[in-house]
């Protein structure tokens, strides 16, 4: 009969990275109040400027109302029964990766992103953050003699104060929306990137975020600086154990390219996305920003979104420079009970600015995988173009797409060029291939590698590699 | 019918095969006998279970096997998946190739081709082997290289998509073909296209059924056996004149046999 319980099996999604690595936290109490968020800053001995840039960022969020447009359903997220700030407890000051407690190290080994000397990746650098701080950045002297500054945050703050006072909140204002607003005032570390005039950063930088404890939330924030005629490529991996509550996520990445600079951000988010039932899971909201300030900037987007409970994601272009290009390409997987509502921003300002959007839809199981997209033609974007490909395949008969593509153009001398399609695997499909000897598994999963293919040629190769396999790991099973 | 000593042993046997889909019988009680280096005509109207007869043999997981075996080189194959079908030697020509968008036909092919190797414990090939394999077995259907780079089917015409379907054929190297309605939407110079290829790839050791309306495929291709369906059954069997006098009478003339039965 119509193998529905065949394709069911299939798109089971083993979750390797369900792990919790005991270990002895410091935790402040629950709570959001302005001591709480006093209370951060001075654990993170930061200058007045950030204390305040929080404080105003919380009254502002005090009174904005949590967003309600996203096609998504979720129980009300109590935010007084979170925990803003939690950290693995260690000596003051690290000198060295030596005295990084070996519990933390062997946690990132166990998720094949080795920090030690003799281990690390040799072709990327790594900022490891374990719930709310950040452990240790590898290569981080190599990247200094070409003047590329890679380190947490919170070190940042420290040892850049002129560059975060210059840059933090430019791209995403705290006013921006709940989320954004909400980890601008509690924000506990991520990753900084300055690249220097000229440069062509030497390696791949990454960072990976790891949540640990279960009533924690995780607010990162991440800023990358490319000046004039520089160009980097940051990935960033994601992942946390299995709990049976829902753990909120919200992070804000900021982006900013000058004249001819490029950056290539590229994710793969793996975070629990909770059980068959839909119990437990991480709670995404992440608001992403890059903002092309130069002539003839570029900024990617690439994105593998497999895992959360929810995801409320649009990482978004800003064309100010003249002939500056934003592009965004994504693949979204929901399974089981998963809800993403994804998708992206183009705001062309400047004038022959140019975005491109591919993205791709793959919902199984009882998901719900909505694209939501604005591609917006200011005054002054005289000659600039967009072109929008948005795909969605279904994967057995409960799951659901929506595609809602929004355009404003007040530049009639631009071009925009939106595609849709809506696709289902469907049993001819796979007993076509079936019949030519390919197993079941492998069906499924040539079908979905072949529908993600124009995202995975803008991943970095390894990433690309990575993410193919982690698709067809969401969709194993135990078939036969 | 096939009643006269054969030398070798049964490629296919179907053994008084009942199926139904939704619990609806389609197929009623077929019998037929596949030997090596058989060809096989089956024929009858639309609707009378032709097509349900060949996507039973192949596996297809829509149908329920309610009586009967069938038997591929004496094993009894009824809950084979249809991936170990393929793998083992049976090969299926699609009345309707399906589209595959986004997987090149040309993975597809190798994959495919390296899954029956895997299990003849022959080497698989790598791209740079099969491509040179894939080149020589183009030939055969007289396709161009371009057809390669494609989605599988996508786009391609009627009589393409047959072509690639022979070209998989040539692939596989199956022990037995089931070819469903191959020469139909297909142009003079097509069907002669694809009747040749079934011809090279078919030899002394490998069955072949051709499921057809038409006398045309069938100038090109004598078969040995005629059977002609009606209503989930074979109600007469017969040689290659039989089909002949098929097209003279029409299906009307069979409806008799059936009160006969």
């Avoid at chain 1, 193998?3 to 979750?15: A, F, H, I, S």
């Avoid at chain 1, 929306?177 to 390696?203: E, H, Q, R, W």
């Avoid at chain 1, 994804?342 to 199984?364: E, F, N, Q, Y």
């Avoid at chain 2, 006098?245 to 008799?256: A, C, H, R, S, V």
């Amino acid at each position: 009969m119509v193998n529905e319980n065949l394709v069911k099996d299939v798109v089971k999604e083993p979750y390797k990275y369900g792990f919790v690595t005991d270990i002895e936290t410091e935790k402040i109490e629950k709570g959001l109040n302005e001591d709480i968020i006093k209370l951060i800053s001075q654990k993170k001995e930061e200058p007045q400027f950030l204390l305040d840039f929080r404080l105003k960022a919380f009254k502002k969020w005090q009174k904005m109302k949590e967003p309600d447009w996203a096609a998504l359903g979720y129980k009300k997220i109590d935010y007084q029964d979170i925990i803003y700030y939690s950290a693995p407890k260690q000596k003051e000051k690290i000198s060295s990766l030596d005295e990084v407690d070996p519990k933390l190290l062997e946690t990132f080994d166990k998720l094949g992103i080795p920090l030690t000397e003799q281990k690390k990746l040799t072709n990327v650098a790594v900022d490891a953050v374990f719930d709310s701080v950040s452990i240790a950045t590898t290569f981080r002297e190599e990247l200094a003699e070409h003047g590329v500054i890679f380190c947490s945050i919170s070190e940042a703050v420290k040892n850049h104060a002129d560059l975060i006072e210059k840059y933090l909140g430019t791209v995403v204002p705290a006013s921006d929306n709940y989320f954004a607003a909400l980890n601008s005032a509690v924000f506990s570390d991520g990753s900084f990137v300055y690249i220097p005039k000229g440069v062509t950063c030497p390696m791949d930088l990454s960072s990976y975020f790891r949540i640990n404890s279960g009533d924690s939330g995780q607010f990162e924030r991440t800023l990358i600086i490319a000046e004039e005629l520089s160009s980097v490529s940051y990935l960033e991996g994601c992942t946390a154990p299995m709990f049976d509550t829902n753990t909120l996520h919200a992070a804000v990445v900021e982006l900013i390219a000058l004249d001819d600079a490029s950056i290539k951000y590229s994710t793969v988010q793996n975070w629990y996305a909770g059980d068959e039932e839909g119990i437990g899971g991480i709670f995404n909201f992440v608001t992403k920003r890059g903002k092309c300030l130069g002539k003839r900037s570029k900024i990617s987007w690439s994105q593998v979104e497999t895992g959360s409970a929810i995801t409320w994601k649009y990482p978004s272009c800003l064309l100010l420079g003249e002939e500056s290009v934003g592009e965004f390409y994504s693949v979204a997987l929901t399974n089981n009970l998963q809800q993403a509502d994804t998708g992206t921003k183009m705001i062309h300002i400047g004038p022959k600015t140019k975005s491109t959007i591919v993205s791709k839809g793959i919902s199984a199981g009882k998901s719900k995988n909505s694209y939501r997209g604005l591609v917006k033609m200011g005054r002054k974007a005289t000659g600039s173009r967009n072109y929008s490909q948005c795909d969605s395949m279904l994967i057995g008969d409960q799951a659901s797409a929506n595609t809602f593509p929004y355009i404003k153009s007040q530049q009639p001398n631009s071009e925009i060029e939106h595609e849709a399609s809506t696709c289902r695997i469907s049993e001819d499909q796979l007993f076509y291939l079936q019949s030519r000897g390919i197993e079941f598994e492998e069906a499924v999963s040539m079908m979905v590698s072949g529908f993600c293919r124009d995202v995975f040629n803008q991943l970095p190769m390894e990433f690309a590699a990575e993410a193919d396999k982690l698709l067809a790991l969401k969709l194993e099973g135990s078939v036969g | 019918m096939q009643s006269k000593m054969k030398e070798s042993d049964p490629i296919l046997e179907v053994d008084n095969l009942s199926a139904s889909t939704d619990n609806l019988p389609i197929l009623k009680g077929i019998s037929l006998t596949v030997y090596p280096g058989e060809i096989h005509a089956i024929m009858g109207r639309n609707g009378c279970g032709k097509s349900t007869l060949s996507k039973i043999i192949a596996g297809h997981p829509s149908y329920n096997i309610t009586n009967g075996d069938i038997k591929f080189l004496g094993e009894n194959i009824n809950s084979l998946e249809p991936e170990e079908r393929s793998q083992s030697g049976i090969f299926l020509g699609f009345q309707y190739p399906i589209e595959i968008p986004g997987v090149s036909n040309l993975e597809f092919l190798r994959v495919s081709t390296n899954a029956r190797r895997k299990f003849l414990n022959k080497e698989e090939l790598d791209t740079f082997d099969f491509e040179e394999l894939v080149k020589e077995k183009l030939e055969i259907v007289k396709m161009d290289h371009a057809f390669l780079s494609r989605s599988v089917n996508q786009g391609f015409s009627g009589g393409e998509k047959k072509r690639n379907e022979i070209l998989q054929m040539a692939l596989l190297e199956p022990k037995i073909a089931i070819l469903d309605e191959t020469d139909s939407g297909l142009d003079i110079d097509a069907l002669r296209i694809v009747a040749s290829g079934i011809k090279k790839i078919s030899n002394a050791q490998t069955g072949i059924i051709l499921i057809t309306h038409y006398q045309r495929l069938l100038d090109e291709i004598k078969p040995n056996y005629v059977h002609v369906m009606s209503d989930g059954q074979i109600i007469k069997t017969g040689e290659s004149d039989l089909a002949l006098e098929l097209e003279e009478k029409g299906y009307e003339w069979t409806d008799n046999f059936i009160k006969e039965t």
